[in-house]
Nanobody, 125 residues
Framework: QVQLVESGGGLVQAGGSLRLSCAASGRTFSSYAMGWFRQAPGKGREFVAAIRGRTSSTYYADSVKGRFTISRDNAKNTVYLQMNSLKPEDTAVYYC??????????????????WGQGTQVTVSS
């Protein structure tokens, strides 16, 4: 079992930055693909970014490409999401997720086995 704990959410003005962190338990973190998803009020949970295990290949939703950066520190069992140039439409609860199979294209919700509780990000205009 893997436990994921997100932190770093908060309230920020449009154009500002936040860095989300997700700390994972377990000794096999480095082999997992890790992803960030978000869910705005009244909407479904959508893919934001992912990073594969071993290769650290990264993937981004078109809506955040060029503004968000996903990274990982395997020594700390932590994955990060650096969010710059934030927009009001980025407001959502952000969830961290882990994919045991280290899928080749870890962009779908169904690829992921473990989820965190989420952290709120609110961007004011």
């Amino acid at each position: 079992q893997v436990q994921l704990v997100e932190s770093g959410g908060g309230l920020v003005q449009a154009g500002g930055s936040l860095r989300l962190s997700c700390a994972a338990s377990g000794r096999t973190f480095s082999s997992y693909a890790m992803g960030w998803f978000r869910q705005a009020p009244g909407k479904g949970r959508e893919f934001v970014a992912a990073i594969r295990g071993r290769t650290s290949s990264t993937y981004y939703a078109d809506s955040v490409k060029g503004r968000f950066t996903i990274s990982r520190d395997n020594a700390k069992n932590t994955v990060y999401l650096q969010m710059n140039s934030l927009k009001p439409e980025d407001t959502a609860v952000y969830y961290c997720a882990a994919d045991r199979a280290n899928s080749y294209l870890p962009t779908g919700r169904n690829e992921y086995d473990y989820w965190g509780q989420g952290t709120q990000v609110t961007v004011s205009s």
